[in-house]
């Protein structure tokens, strides 16, 4: 954390080990304070529109108003700030501008800030690799492979450590679609780096530290993390699951930055660090740090997450605001992304899909079968995304892993969110996706897009197919709908309609959790990020031949013997 004091000064100086700085006030009314690159006095030549406030050709990484600290600051020129930097390989000046956001002048630049090692390893983040006892390790660093060769130092709590090499990743500013990632909004990203740690043992703690090899033969380390393996598919074990979407991200110095938007999501971060011990496993189904072009703001995100993802598997799913740009392959015209079509969140994360830029895949973890959709590619009957869908759902070994979740960003089924028709979602994937649901007996589906909580009966064609409310038992025979997309930002009201298939709504920040004891006892709870405290649950109990029951829609083919 960096105090910056504002004072009237002759010359704005700041020495680089100091944690003070001295502008001469200008007698001006309101300041704009941010951070900015060294290099961003030198604005492109360009006819690009400023895309959003504060309107400067260089994205700050995030600015406070120089009042805030002080009311009196336009009277006496002086006010205090305090700002919290972290590591994004590079060196920091502070910029002060007259103007306020609609018209801002630069008045003055700071000399550098210096991280010791802008070049760090950083931000590990961990993934279920395509097979069950792989666990797979991505971070960020400032060494191409021409600088340092990357890798994971790993092995067994307390025992004998291995080395896994890393592969490396990044993309250039032509890799992106359009405005303002191309223009305002770029910075170079670093190199991405993932490992592959395999052949692990079922259930058991690992330890882990991220290296490189610099080619003098000096190594740099990260720090010491550890991680608990995933169960064997099928494993009668406590295995406990979260999920939710659109968090984003928020500064925790009380700074503004572009895109700004997310005020719940440090309060969702940190219940999920608060209850760490009791998550085996996370999924961030779309809107991630709703960066939407603004690409400092996935170091940003990556850092906050950190000290969950860097623990527990963090699954992620795609959104809007990682995909969607127009004329570029997604499946809804608009950029939503801010130019980044999906290589941001392709790049900084690994999933374990056939192909990255089709952003679906299946998962394992001990008694649970995961079928993550891709919301902004086409899904209709025949797509070839469809075709997937029906392949992963169908193989589910229901004896071995009863719980057979299928999620996707946008609302595929039933929300009553501000559509006056109370059944508001995409109604070509309800129409599409149910059947396969129907068909496959899926436990529960869960979406995010829409800003609050919601979760309906057991459903089918629009009707309750059971009348409990919290207990469910005996055959599976329509599909609870969950939304769960209160991770963090702004949040969304809900339709005046009351459907009959809506049991409980909640328009607060929060998330999902399920619990999966064994193989015939299952509780979800949604808890509100607030105070960590459930709101909202129910239980599932059955056995396997509640599975194979006909049910209407679901019922194998038979046929009398010769």
């Not at 004998?160 to 305002?184: D, I, K």
């Amino acid at each position: 954390m960096l105090d910056m004091e504002l004072v009237n000064s002759r010359y704005p100086r700041l020495p680089s080990t100091g944690l003070s700085m001295r502008f001469t006030r200008m007698h001006l009314s309101k300041w704009n304070l941010s951070f900015l690159a060294p290099s961003s006095s030198s604005c492109p030549d360009d006819d690009e529109p400023r895309q959003q406030a504060p309107y400067i050709c260089s994205a700050p990484i995030k600015y406070k108003f120089a009042n805030d600290s002080s009311a009196g600051y336009t009277k006496t020129g002086k006010a205090t700030l305090k700002f919290q930097l972290i590591n994004q390989r590079a060196d920091f000046s502070f910029a002060l501008f007259s103007g306020g956001l609609s018209n801002p002048k630069l008045s003055a630049v700071s000399n550098i800030i210096t991280f010791a090692n802008p070049k760090a390893p950083l931000y590990p983040r961990l993934s279920q690799g395509k097979s069950w006892n792989e666990m797979t390790v991505t971070w960020t660093s400032g060494y191409n492979i021409n600088e340092a060769v990357p890798f994971v130092e790993w092995g067994l709590k307390g025992e004998s450590q291995t080395q896994s090499p890393a592969g490396t990743l990044t993309f250039s500013r032509n890799a992106m679609c359009g405005a303002p990632a191309r223009t305002v909004g770029w910075r170079d990203p670093g190199f991405i780096h993932t490992s592959f740690l395999k052949e692990l043992w079922p259930n058991t703690p690992y330890t882990y530290k991220l290296g490189h090899r610099l080619f003098n033969g000096s190594f740099i380390w990260s720090k010491s993390y550890y991680f608990k393996s995933s169960p064997y598919p099928g494993e009668d074990s406590l295995q406990r699951v979260v999920i939710f979407g659109d968090m984003g991200k928020a500064e925790r110095d009380g700074s503004n930055e572009y895109s700004n938007y997310q005020p719940g999501s440090l309060n969702t971060t940190d219940q999920l660090v608060n209850d760490l011990n009791n998550i085996d496993i996370v999924f961030h189904i779309g809107d991630l740090p709703y960066a939407n072009g603004y690409i400092s703001q996935w170091d940003q995100f990556t850092s906050q997450v950190e000290p969950i993802a860097s623990a527990v598997p963090y699954m992620i799913g795609s959104g809007n605001h990682e995909r969607d740009v127009p004329g570029t392959g997604s499946f809804y015209d608009t950029n939503d992304s801010g130019g980044e079509c999906g290589v941001l969140a392709e790049t900084m994360f690994y999933v374990p899909a056939e192909n990255r830029a089709k952003f679906w895949y299946s998962t394992d973890y001990g008694m649970f079968h995961f079928c993550i959709a891709d919301s902004e590619h086409d899904w209709r009957e025949g797509s070839e995304q469809y075709k997937f869908i029906e392949k992963c759902l169908a193989s589910a070994d229901r004896q071995k892993q009863p719980w057979l979740i299928f999620a996707a960003h946008r609302v595929l089924g039933y929300s009553s969110s501000y559509w006056e028709d109370g059944s508001y979602g995409e109604p070509m994937g309800r129409e599409s996706l149910q059947k396969l649901w129907q068909k496959y007996k899926v436990d529960i589906v869960f979406f995010g897009h829409i800003h609050n909580y919601e979760r309906t009966c057991p459903i089918y064609q629009n009707q309750c197919v059971n009348t409990e409310r919290s207990h469910y038992s005996g055959t599976v025979n329509g599909t609870i709908n969950i939304v769960v997309g209160g991770g963090g930002s702004h949040l969304s009201d809900f339709g005046p309609v009351q459907t009959s298939w809506s049991l409980f709504r909640d328009s607060n920040y929060g998330f999902g959790k399920l619990t999966a004891f064994n193989h015939s006892s299952l509780l979800f709870e949604y808890k509100r990020s607030s105070d960590g405290k459930v709101y909202d649950s129910f239980t599932i109990s059955r056995d396997y031949r509640d599975v194979l029951a006909c049910v209407h829609d679901g019922c194998e083919p038979t046929t009398l013997a010769t």
